[in-house]
Nanobody, 121 residues
């Protein structure tokens, strides 16, 4: 089992920054990739950014150049630095961990509790 705890959300004005944190515990050695998803009201959950155990990263087109995902292996923590925030970034953000890889990529099977990010215009 892997346990994830998200933190760092809140209310920020457009153009501001936030850093989200996700602390993993339990069978962290089984994690192949970690990602941040978000879900806005009335919309599907979407992948924002991900990082593999090898350090490869990928980002949604909507956040490229504004967000950076990173990890601190010593603390089993993954971060999402979000800059130049826009009102459309408002959503509940979820940390996720993948303990399996398939031909379709990482399969996220553990989730954090979710944290609210609200960007005011």
């Amino acid at each position: 089992q892997v346990h994830l705890v998200d933190s760092g959300g809140g209310l920020v004005q457009a153009g501001g920054s936030l850093r989200l944190s996700c602390a993993a515990s339990g069978r962290v050695f089984s994690i192949h990739a970690m990602g941040w998803y978000r879900q806005a009201p009335g919309k599907q959950r979407e992948l924002v950014a991900a990082i593999t155990s090898g350090g490869s990263t990928n980002y949604a087109d909507s956040v490229k150049g504004r967000c950076t995902i990173s990890r601190d292996s010593a603390r089993d923590t993954v971060y999402l630095q979000m800059n130049s925030l826009k009102p459309e970034d408002t959503a509940v953000y979820y940390c996720a961990a993948a303990t399996q890889f398939t031909g379709s990529g990482p399969q996220y099977d553990y989730w954090g509790q979710g944290i609210q990010v609200t960007v005011s215009s």
